[in-house]
């Protein structure tokens, strides 16, 4: 039965998709010329490019000799300088990351191993459905998929590693985002790419390269980094001349002089800000935009977040509303523009993953906006209320707006906050910034570490990118959202010695995947069994991070990045690419905690049930367990009325407080491959937990089989009982800083609930 609510819910979503595609939209925007762009936006079906599939395939059949960094340094040139060019009515920031809107210009190299065999339901699919030309699907077959399937990080990765089935299909770890998304959650350093461009960068490569001293043994490869380097400078510079040509001729077709005009002033504007540093807002917020694209079209993963927008781009914005050049309205419009732009790449990923991460969301473009200056002052401007309107206006899924607000934020701006969040789009995220200049310093540097970053660098670079990681602008690079831990499972597996109950769908079910923490029964206190569930996760994430190492040593020797090399402080001085250990700060894997609630209730109710009140036996218990409650409604009634966290109640707050501070604390212990630094732990992975859930059996807590885990830090479903005051109550006695790769809290209150003042 559940199998077939399952598959209801699947259809009803499919369908429910394909009506949202099948050409009625709404025009939202503050002028027609964005209400006609939006309209292309939400008309657009995503759709594959394989632009870039054909350079790296004719680029590294041709290379076989050279050093995997040369190759990919060159192939991502050639990709820039040929890319596709084309335009849609009404833009001025001209660029796209294909030859259509909403196309995905994949990387092959990340996604040949599976390609083939989602291709027969592409268009089909229960989740996040795609389009492909039938030539370009017939090329994929005959050339590229036989070139690439066996060189993929993840093709690779499963020859090295002795337990990838329990990594990918079991639900006790899952760490195919890691391995399929190399280039993922990342923070350019925009303030040095405005301040001196391309060329800036070439430049730099240039003088590094005549003064290297090769009979050096550590600059042995660095050659091929610095001309590699140069080469995606150059082929930077090209797109740049490519698009000024094809706008030139777009204008010599136009009958209306001011379009004309516009797309002469948008081929100079592309040729000049692909090489040189731009002269105003707008030449600034175009190279932003045809960076953040070329970023995507390079790495596979999601979240290239632009960092603290409001701050950068507002001398630029100062300057041309101070001599005319641009109106408040002028820019508003620009900012919409820029963010339809941003909503348009679509995040590839193979069906079973879309389950865990569908909608197609690849966080393009998220920026931060408030906060504090590098002195400690409010530093929102009216920048910053601009990107919340245009927010407002474009109701974009992208970029995600994250708001920094601290005891110095203005009730004005958190006014203007509030507005967005009331339209229910899924944005703003509320950050504490103090809280976060209190996590930065503990990043990626171990249990009783601290790096030697300021604060006054801190609170000038403090960001937040993906979801809710706290990072500096262009210091940072690790893939935050390495794997997703379900801590459902770390306790249900204990419950049973180790053993995935039978009943779980996919890998594993019934057969020993975890550590043999031993018979509950024989546990005679609480602390034994508290003890049982920390060696398990222990075990979790030990086995975890032993796989992962591998997937970071294949990622710095073959999946090299070099424009976000490029983009990331001080990696070109150090001749180092990013996923070697270029920057100044290198995290991760990182472990993602999925089903805090769901293992704090089932703590408690382990506790008081069978070690306090001793109203039920262990056996029991796992009778029920196994039996999915059936029969065992008595118990199910017994654990569903056990404290539940969420409501005020310190006895299960304190347990789940104490699970969670346990947990990260070990994860912080782990050492990572690149450049010698530590993971850290997060509680982010929205949607995870309900494909996590799908692959969890019941749990002490009362839940049944396979419903979806707890959402990030939420109480779980239709637990929170006593109010969201009560519920917030809970939250705050959690250690949110020990998760120094951060915690979404999600609260959903009915608008019936709220009273108007």
């Known amino acids: 039965m559940q199998e077939m609510d399952k598959q209801e819910v699947h259809e009803i979503g499919s369908r429910r998709g394909m009506e949202l595609r099948d050409g009625k939209s709404a025009e939202v925007g503050c002028t027609d010329r964005i209400k006609k762009m939006s309209v292309v936006l939400h008309r657009s079906r995503p759709n594959l490019e394989i632009h870039r599939t054909r350079v790296f395939t004719e680029h590294f059949k041709a290379t076989e000799c050279e050093s995997q960094i040369r190759r990919r340094y060159f192939a991502m040139a050639k990709v820039y300088e040929t890319m596709p060019i084309f335009f849609v009515e009404g833009e001025r920031l001209i660029g796209w990351q294909g030859s259509r809107v909403r196309c995905n210009n994949f990387s092959i190299e990340s996604h040949a191993h599976w390609l083939e065999s989602d291709f027969d339901t592409f268009e089909t699919r229960d989740f996040d459905p795609w389009v492909i030309d039938p030539e370009d699907k017939k090329e994929l077959k005959d050339i590229h998929i036989p070139y690439w399937s066996d060189k993929t990080l993840t093709s690779k990765w499963k020859k090295q590693v002795p337990k990838a089935d329990i990594m990918l299909a079991s639900g006790y770890v899952d760490a195919s985002n890691y391995i399929s998304n190399p280039g993922s959650h990342f923070i350019p350093d925009y303030p040095q790419l405005l301040a001196i461009g391309y060329k800036g960068y070439y430049k730099k490569c240039e003088k590094i390269l005549a003064e290297l001293d090769e009979s050096q043994p550590e600059n042995v490869g660095k050659r091929d980094f610095y001309e590699g380097m140069m080469a995606v400078c150059l082929g930077i510079k090209q797109y740049g001349k490519n698009l000024k040509a094809r706008a030139l001729k777009e204008a010599e077709l136009q009958s209306n002089p001011t379009r004309k005009q516009e797309l002469i002033d948008a081929a100079n504007r592309a040729e000049r800000i692909c090489w040189d540093t731009p002269t105003s807002f707008v030449d600034a917020l175009h190279m932003i935009w045809l960076n953040t694209m070329l970023l995507n079209v390079e790495g596979s993963g999601p979240c290239i977040n632009l960092g603290r927008i409001d701050q950068f781009l507002w001398p630029y914005l100062e300057k041309d509303l101070e001599n005319g050049k641009l109106t408040v309205d002028e820019t508003l419009e620009y900012m919409e523009e820029f963010n339809i732009k941003c909503c348009n790449i679509p995040w590839l990923l193979p069906a079973n993953l879309a389950v865990f991460f ?330 995870a937990n309900v494909a996590m859930g799908q692959m969890c059996w019941a749990l002490p807590s009362g839940r049944k089989a396979l419903a979806p885990l707890a959402d990030t830090l939420s109480a779980e479903q239709h637990m929170d009982v006593n109010g969201p005051l009560a519920a917030l109550r809970s939250y705050g006695k959690i250690n949110h800083t020990a998760c120094t790769n951060g915690t979404i809290l999600n609260m959903w209150i009915n608008k019936g609930e709220l009273v108007e003042n």
């Not at 419950?495 to 024989?522: E, F, S, V, W």
């Open 358 to 687: 569908g909608g197609y969301y690849r966080w393009t473009g998220g920026y931060c906006v408030g906060g504090y200056d590098a002195n400690g002052n409010d530093a929102v401007n009216l920048l910053s209320y601009i990107c919340l309107r245009a927010a407002r206006e474009t109701r974009t899924t992208a970029p995600s707006v994250h708001v920094h607000i601290g005891s110095k934020t203005s009730d004005s701006f958190l006014r203007e906050c509030v507005k967005l969040a009331a339209e229910g789009l899924g944005h703003p995220s509320f950050f504490d910034i103090e809280s976060i200049y209190k996590m930065i310093p503990y990043s990626a540097t171990g249990l009783n570490g601290i790096n030697n970053f300021t604060l006054k660098e801190i609170r000038e670079k403090a960001c937040t990118v993906g979801c809710v990681e706290p990072k500096l602008q262009g210091y940072c690079y690790g893939h935050t959202n390495a794997n997703i831990t379900n801590l459902g499972n770390t306790l249900s597996v204990t419950l049973n010695n180790g053993i995935l109950p039978k009943g779980c769908p996919g890998y594993g079910a019934g057969t020993q995947i975890g550590y043999p923490t031993g018979d509950p029964r024989t546990f005679k206190t609480y602390d034994e069994f508290y003890d049982a569930i920390l060696r398990q996760f222990k075990y979790q994430v030990d086995e975890c991070h032993t796989h992962l190492l591998v997937a970071e040593k294949i990622t710095a020797e073959e999946h090299q990045l070099p424009l976000f090399t490029m983009m990331a402080t001080s990696a070109i001085e150090k001749g180092i690419d990013v996923c070697a250990g270029g920057a100044i700060l290198n995290s991760g894997p990182h472990y993602m905690l999925s089903g805090v609630a769901d293992i704090g209730d089932s703590l408690a109710a382990v506790k008081k049930l069978v070690y306090e009140d001793k109203v039920i036996t262990m056996e029991r218990l796992l009778e029920a367990l196994e039996a999915d409650f059936v029969g065992y409604e008595d118990v199910r009634q017994l654990c569903l009325n056990a404290p539940k966290y969420g409501n005020d109640i310190d006895y299960v707050d304190e347990i789940t407080s104490k699970v969670l501070q346990d947990f990260a604390e070990y994860c912080s212990t782990k050492k990572c491959w690149r450049a010698g630094n530590y993971s850290d732990a997060g509680v982010q992975p929205t949607q």
